[in-house]
């Protein structure tokens, strides 16, 4: 549009300054040739004409080409417009040829299918509807009787089941409930739960799913007894159910409380023969460490000599002395055990040396066997806190047993110093263990076989005062046996407690 503006300007400027030429060159030629009068006005007049003619050539010809610009300018506007119309009419185009793809690829598919069902035959179309309608008779008798036999069951319970509503009114009851309660089903449906339990309100409070409950339930002839009751819940829009599965649970009660009672007994009369054998063992031990010093000095001739035959009967007195003694400090040991009352008292020490010591003690009975003992040790020095005593009764224990099970071969004790705890290994190539005997004899009063008793004689209580000491220590026993190939009995101490 300016540039239509632009031209209009050019278009009267250019005209009006050819006249205004063309008047100014009249006017000249007139003045100047003044003696010539009417020459000149001629010639002015023809000078007019021709500025007027010119310029009004160019003010056409101007307007001319602005008129065509013009008509140019609308047209390519035109011409613009089309072709947005055009370009949207082939989007719009496209458009429906994808949609009528897409179509075209669905009936495809959908004659595909068609040409598929109209091959099957008819009577296999039938087929496949009675398979389904079968498959559906089958389903629906399967949860007919299901639903049948929960009913049947919940009948014939022996355990009360019955369902309140949310009002906690009883909705259903069945047999076992009848039996508990005393109620037909027609006398107590409809009543609130409360006339059964009276307590129903910790009942319906507590969560569901939860432990069964202990409640007191009330009877048809108004007596109460303990019923346990488990219960779960059912809410859906239209329906609200708590279910309860009720137990008489009176005789059971009977037998807690029996059982409870006896157990009190048992622990009264545990406790009394635990008191009874510290007492008897005492009184055991001080006449026998009578027997054993006056045997003694019989023994060394502090009375005068005696013959060959009385030192063999003294040295047998001797032995069974000692025999009995052991047993008798076993007893003792295992009463204390019982009633908790074995206590320690922990010094550091070299237990390298004391393992060695009892080695050397244990010696004699290995060579009467004709065994070995190997010492394997990792180190000469290690500080352990321990109570000397108590671990070198566990020591000589296990390797007392060591050399009792062992006929042939011999027996390794191997020390390992690791970093906060000692690791002591007494290893035999003697009867072994199978698995069962293993389970028993860290037992009290257990072996591995009876006849190993009669053979080779024990208590029975070794073990069970050894681990009450490695325990006390915060350490461990440990076994690995097999039978006839002999057995590793490993010990951890902590190096500090
Ligand atoms: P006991 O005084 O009878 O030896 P223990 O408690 O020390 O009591 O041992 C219990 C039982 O464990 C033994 O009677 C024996 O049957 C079994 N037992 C212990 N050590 C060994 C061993 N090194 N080899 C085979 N059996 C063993």
Redesign the pocket.
Known sequence: MQEVYWFQLHRYGLSTLIFIAGLFLSFEIFYFYQENFWRHWGELIIGLLTSTLLSSYVFILVGRRIFIEKKLQDQNNKLTHINSILQQEIDDRRRIEENIIAKKEYLQKRHETLKYVTKLTTSELRNAIMIEQSVRRKIEKFLKDSEERLRFITQHSIDGIISINSSGTIVSWNYGAQQIFGYDEAEIVGKPLQQILPQNEILLQSEINTKPKELKGRHHDGFHFSVEISHTHLKNEDNFFDTMIIRDITDRKEYEKRLIKALRDANTANAAKSEFLATISHELRTPLNAIIGFNQCLLIEMDGPINSSQQESLKKIEKSSFHLLSLIN?ILDWSKIEAKKMEIEVFPQNIVELITSCVEDMQPLALQKNLTIELLLDSAFILVEIDRMRIQQVLL??L???V???EIGSIKIRLFDERDRVLIQ?T?T????SPE?LE???HPF????SS??RK???????????TNIINLHKGSIT?E?EKGC??T?TIILPKSQ
């Open positions: 076993d224990n296990l007392s047993n060591a009792k099970f062992t007494i035999d003697g009867i072994g263990l005997e028993k004899i860290f257990s072996q591995a076989d190993i008793t080779y004689g024990g208590s029975g209580l070794g073990l069970v005062i050894s076994v046996s002999g057995s009995f």
